[in-house]
């Protein structure tokens, strides 16, 4: 009798399922339906230049069943390298009245905070953002912010130098590249400056606040003979990557970097978090906010994996032979 009853609930449960489904209604666990979420996205660099974060992002929404046109409308907004130009574009999705507001660096997060305290904020990158005064904590951030941070920590620097120096051991004058205006930048600064002295190695800081100083960087460190090339982490250094990585080649400097787009467009190595993994997390928190979630409740996640990459193709034009024991702690080598 039991077995009977037992089958009878199975197959009203079955039926149930089944005219919602054809009703049109969202299976378990699917997002809400009935309102069209309008989700803002802003970023520093222009649109061809951060494809892919955008795509991973987009990506990790449609884990949990959002279709955009369906569910989603996305707000995307880009200030094509030109920071000056954040504040107006976070103020235009303020008014548009989004839903969530997804961000990528510093400047960025700063802009948005300085436009709303009302609508939630992700953010996919971050540096130091309660050093920033952007959170209260990591565990409890306490206002309309939460995200990721994709903040290594001043020693970033020294470990990439290091890497570098392995790779390339004949390296004396190292050329760092860096932007010197956000929050923290001076510290790691500093970080990379004392690990160059403990190898032995002469630091050389160049400041890039914009694409139009990379010509002049360049053109200065050769003037100091710089032999090889750090490249900061920042959200306009990355954004320019493309032209970093062809003064490079082009004056035959072995570079590390801090993340792997460079090396997917020619660079030499890299080491650091993956930020697209980032963003395809960060769709996570936009999910659980557009369920009711607070952002002052929703701890923020840190890097705990960092990826090294090499691009053999360019070790080859500039006739280096990486040693195979570096090679093999490889996570990805582009050949």
Known sequence: MRHTVSRLATAVILLFLAARLSAGAPPPGAPPTGKVYRVGFIWTAAPDEVTHFRKAFEEGLRDPGYVEGRDLVFERRFAEGKQERLPALAAELVRLNVDVIVTGSN??????????????????????????????????????????????????????????????????????????????????????????RKLGVTFQPVRVRGRDEFEGAFAAMLRERADALLVAQDPILLSARGQVVLLATRHRLPAVYGNREYTEVGGLMSYGPNVAHQFRRAAGYVDKILKGAKPADLPVEQPTTFELVFNLKTANALRLTIPASLLARADEVLR
């Open 107 to 196: 400047p960025v997060i700063a802009a948005v905070k300085q436009a709303t305290t009302r609508i939630p904020v992700v953010m996919a990158v971050s540096r130091d953002p309660v050093g920033a005064g952007f959170l209260a904590s990591l565990a409890r951030p306490g206002g309309n912010i939460t995200g990721l941070s994709n903040d290594p920590g001043p020693e970033i620097g020294g470990k990439n130098l290091e890497l570098l120096k392995e790779a390339v051991p004949r390296i004396a004058r190292v050329a760092y590249h860096w932007n010197p205006d956000p929050p923290g930048a001076e510290t790691y600064r500093k970080a990379a400056e004392g690990a160059a």
